[in-house]
């Protein structure tokens, strides 16, 4: 009889990191989120996971548990990891300071009362200078568990974006080995290529571009097709704050059709955030692309209650459903080479 593998998503946001279990064949049993818009977002996508809405702090480990009271086999979670980012540490080696921060704390009491086989936990490069994040390392050690951390690189799993995480991987008493790489990466066209014009299109969030003042269209329309930068502008179109500063370099550039995009982050609609204008067209990519480049399926429900900005920071906060699809497998194999002995 086939085994049923039990996982609950901590700080589970609008359900990527979700989306991947399941496709790998987890029963997600439960979840944790404290946004209103992410909750409800979650909700709509996986209605069968006991949803905790509510502050981390005040989850009793008893409340994860699947009816019936059955273990729980795969503890999985992002924590909020903007103060460790390198955009907010400003480039230094430290963590900004973010009340966030602690709130890896709360993953490690977590599993230090469900006690799980494996855990899995994904985080922006940097949260492995911080002290916290040493400490549960170690106290997953002292636990029994066999830990791998690494710092991965998403394009070479099958996301079609640069996105640089850092993963830990423990197993109680056996080890979890991160997923290999594929030789050939997924790219801006295999993703968004054969999308229809936002105008002729159904869904909602493809239909709903972002709408930009003549100005910045102006400059949109001066960035050459398919990776050009805001370095081919005239004179007359550029801005002084660019001159002045010697950074942020691909702001308003277009991505590249055969190469993957920029990390997708919260600004991700705004030409003015980063490298996110359409490759040929002349706009910013709308939220359908974003969440297509984060792998989310066409059909996943993005709830707009709050406006389009406020799911454009869902979508770029997510873990890429096809990474953590992957990992999802990952564990799965050694927890089955674990059960068969």
């Given at each position: 009889?086939?085994k ?54 005040e ?20 924590p ?49 200078r ?13 636990m ?8 991965l ?32 990466k ?33 400059r ?58 359409h ?6 990519i709308?939220?359908?692309?974003a ?9 996943y ?37 674990r059960?068969?002995?």
């Amino acid at each position: 009889m086939r085994k049923i593998w039990r996982a609950v998503d901590l700080f589970a946001g609008c359900g990527g990191l979700t989306a991947g279990l399941k496709r790998a064949g987890f029963r997600v049993v439960s979840a944790v989120e404290i946004d209103n818009l992410a909750a409800s977002t979650y909700s709509s996508n996986h209605p069968e996971v006991n949803l905790l809405h509510k502050d981390i702090i005040e989850v009793q480990w008893k409340e994860l548990l699947p009816k019936g009271g059955a273990s729980i086999d795969l503890v999985a979670g992002c924590p909020p990891c903007q103060g460790f980012s390198r955009v907010r540490r400003h480039n230094r080696p430290f963590a900004a300071d973010d009340p966030r921060n602690s709130l890896v704390e709360q993953y490690r009491r977590i599993v230090e009362e469900l006690e799980p086989l494996a855990v899995f936990m994904e985080n922006v490069p940097g949260i492995e200078r911080d002290e916290r994040f040493h400490s549960f390392v170690a106290r997953l050690k002292e636990m029994g568990y066999t830990v791998s951390c690494e710092t991965l690189e998403l394009s070479d799993y099958g996301v079609p974006q640069r996105r640089s995480r850092v993963v830990v991987l423990a197993g109680k008493g056996f080890a979890i080995p991160m997923p290999r790489p594929r030789h050939k990466k997924k790219t801006v066209r295999d993703a968004i290529g054969a999308l229809v014009l936002p105008r002729k299109s159904r869904n909602r969030l493809h239909r709903s571009v972002t709408q930009h003042d003549e100005t910045t269209l102006a400059r949109i329309r001066a960035v050459p097709k398919d990776g050009g930068s805001r370095g081919a502008w005239p004179e007359d179109l550029q801005l002084k704050c660019h001159g002045d500063c010697d950074g942020f370099k691909d702001v308003y550039g277009r991505m590249w059709w055969d190469e993957p995009a920029p990390t997708i982050t919260g600004g991700c609609i705004n030409a003015s955030k980063g490298r996110f204008v359409h490759p040929q067209q002349n706009r910013a990519i709308t939220l359908l692309e974003a969440a297509m480049l984060q792998t989310f399926h066409q059909r996943y429900h993005f709830d707009l209650e709050r406006g389009r900005y406020a799911v454009a920071e869902m979508i770029g906060n997510a873990l890429p459903p096809h990474f953590s699809d992957r990992v999802g497998r990952c564990i799965m194999r050694a927890l089955e080479r674990r059960r068969s002995g």
